[in-house]
Structures are given as C-alpha cells and as structure tokens.
C-alpha cells in the first residue's frame, strides 16, 4: 500500500494556534463586580479563561453555556472567555467593565416544578445596555475597540465591529 504523506503519524500535530489558559486574576476581579452589582447568579458555576492570542480579531469576549461534558470535567455552567492579548492591555476598571458585560450574560433560571436549575444565556438585549450605559457611560466599549484596533491594525470600519 503506498505511503499516504497527509497522515504521517510521526509529524506534530498543530492545533489552531490558540491557547487557553485558566484567570485567577479575571475570577478575582469577578468576584468584586458580582459584588459591587448585586448580580444574583444562583448555585451557578463560572470558569474564566484567556485565549491567546484571541478569540478572533473582532470578538474581545464571549460567555459560553458548558456542554454536559465540560460541565462534568469541569464543574463549569458557564465559561467567559476573554482574548488574552486583549485583556493584557486594558487597565483595571476597563477589565472591571469587559466582565460586567459578561457576566449579564449568566442566567440561571429555578424550575419549581422540576425543583431544579436551567442554565441558559440571556442575550445582550437593551435592557443590559441601559444598565451599564446609564450607570457608566460606553468608554469602556469605545476603549476595548480601540485596544483591539491598535492590537491588529484594523480599520476604521473593522473597528466598530468589534464585539464583546
């Protein structure tokens, strides 16, 4: 049988080119705005995560329902995942504001009639918009779209699709 050259098991395997890394510092950081903005999130659990160098070029972060299987190896119901390179430039309250947002996004939900919790993932919808806009104004999402622009040299129209 002739040799196949694609499936060489002797070469490395290279992944996508990202990498994942645990943020003690995200969940510290975390903790304070579930604090600071009463944000109730029942018995869920949240892992935080670093993806470098990004998630893409035009998504600073995401939060993600755990499938069953991360939710079993990890004890996860949800993962907010933040663009590593990102997260390495932006100053204190910026971060503060990045996992505001996100955490909005975690919404547990009590069945009585089941006695038991659904995990699902509230959509950005204007009412999380006018939440943050009202308290604290959009520099934080101009800042996080201009670290982003100036990471990858985006233009002016790449730049206000950056999303978190």
Request: charged fraction near 30%; include cysteine.
């Amino acid at each position: 049988m002739p040799q196949n050259d694609y499936l060489d098991p002797s070469d490395d395997i290279k992944l996508s080119g990202k990498q994942l890394m645990e943020a003690p510092e995200m969940e510290k950081l975390a903790s304070e705005v579930l604090e600071t903005h009463k944000i109730e999130i029942g018995p869920a659990q949240i892992g935080f995560l670093l993806v470098y160098p990004n998630i893409s070029k035009q998504r600073a972060a995401k939060c993600v329902k755990a499938s069953r299987e991360v939710k079993h190896y990890s004890g996860n119901d949800y993962l907010i995942e933040v663009s590593g390179e990102l997260w390495d430039m932006l100053d204190k309250d910026t971060k503060k504001m990045l996992l505001y947002h996100e955490l909005l996004h975690v919404d547990p939900v009590f069945k009585a009639k089941n006695q038991e919790w659904k995990m699902k993932i509230r959509r950005p919808d204007f009412a999380d918009y006018y939440e943050i806009n009202d308290k604290h104004g959009n520099e934080w999402y101009k800042t996080i779209q201009a670290t982003v622009s100036s990471l990858y040299d985006l233009d002016p129209r790449q730049e206000s699709k950056v999303t978190v």
